[in-house]
């Protein structure tokens, strides 16, 4: 049977089990609508800490429209949730829609983190609230779907060199065509938290890469194909999401 799974509201506080949670309109719609929740179904309420097993408790209609329902759900379980030691991934600006697509696969592959990176060869100069906005709300369906337990960190934009220097301890690959293979020993790659850094159209610059280099990064290449920015991502991703399984 399929997992039905449902947002908590998130301008409540942590609840614990036995607690009974009003839904927001669109959740309630969504699960009235969408998934055909009844009184006493069960469900999964994912949370910035963890999902939890829950159960329909009512449904109440709004006295002014038949339409407008609020479901009434109650915690059953506690908030479980492991740590999430997936890679970093920095991922170049791309077209709107493409990066919409690489946020939504890169939450489902596990990546603990994306940065939108500005690079020498990007065509976008400025990220409105709107796109950042968006991109929390893809990755949070995208976890609803694939029940992730903590949710993937939307990072603010950066300019590739200050994500390059700021880069933490464990591997650390660009991906380049130039690149050696992609490395067969990734021991060290799935016990520490990886970066993953990916380029824009037309590649990263020759300095871009000299720079990567001189601060620890390793260049890999994905194979003799020409990848779109967000095919190599996602790529990465899961070579690295099936050793891991």
Known sequence: MKIRRLSFPSHLPRPEPGDTIALDPAQSRHGCNVLRLKVDSTLELVAPWGIAK??????????????????????????????VSGPRL????????RFDWAVEKAAELGAASLTPLY????????????????????????????GRPLPMIIEEPQKLEQFLELAQEGPKIIFDSSGAPFPQDLSQALSQQ????????????PLELSSALNLGFTKVSLGPMALKSETAALAALAVLASLAW
């Open 54 to 83: 829950a159960r329909i408790k009512k449904i109440s209609t709004h006295p002014d429209s038949n339409d407008a329902k609020t479901m009434w759900v109650e915690l059953t379980g506690p908030f479980e949730a492991q740590s």
């Open 90 to 97: 920095g991922l170049a600006l791309i077209k709107w829609s």
């Open 119 to 146: 690079t020498q060869r990007t065509k976008f100069s400025d990220i409105g609230d709107n796109k950042l906005s968006r991109w929390h709300r893809l990755a949070q369906e995208a976890r609803k779907q694939c």
């Open 194 to 205: 990886a970066t993953l850094v990916i380029g824009p159209e037309g590649g990263f610059t």
